[in-house]
């Protein structure tokens, strides 16, 4: 199923969050939806420049983080807190660990005033 097709994916304008709510060389989620289902939004940030993917990793389609918005981030990758897993911010796809090769999914979004909606002109 596409990511599109989810049940709690989000609007197309929906606000995720402020830019200054991402830690700068870390993560941010937002979630939508209830239970081990829901629709996870992860978001990396390096100064000015941000990325968008969905919470899911490739190898066990488990969120990258064990603990609420706890993101292992080293040298502009975040790292699964599974089995450690490495994904570079700028393409998300796994550089090294039982995935190599594989790549989180990116999600469409807008910057507009500071702030990060969901989804651009072709969602
Ligand atoms: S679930 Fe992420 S590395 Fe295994």
Not at 93 to 113: N, R
Request: hydrophobic fraction near 35%; include cysteine; aromatic fraction near 14%.
């Amino acid at each position: 199923m596409s990511w599109i097709e989810h049940r709690d994916c989000p609007k197309t304008g929906t606000r995720l969050c402020a830019l200054s709510d991402i830690p700068d060389q870390g993560g941010f989620e937002v979630a939508f939806g209830k239970g081990d289902e829901n629709f996870r939004i992860l978001l990396l940030r390096q100064g000015d420049l941000y990325w968008t993917y969905r919470n899911q990793c490739p190898h066990f389609s488990l969120p990258l983080n064990f603990h609420p918005q706890t993101f292992v981030v080293m040298d502009s990758m975040v790292i699964c807190a599974h089995h450690t897993a490495f994904f570079s911010f700028d393409d998300g796809v796994c550089v090294d660990g039982p995935c190599a090769g594989a790549g989180l999914t990116p999600l469409p979004s807008t910057f507009f005033g500071g702030e990060i909606y969901f989804g651009n002109s072709e969602t």
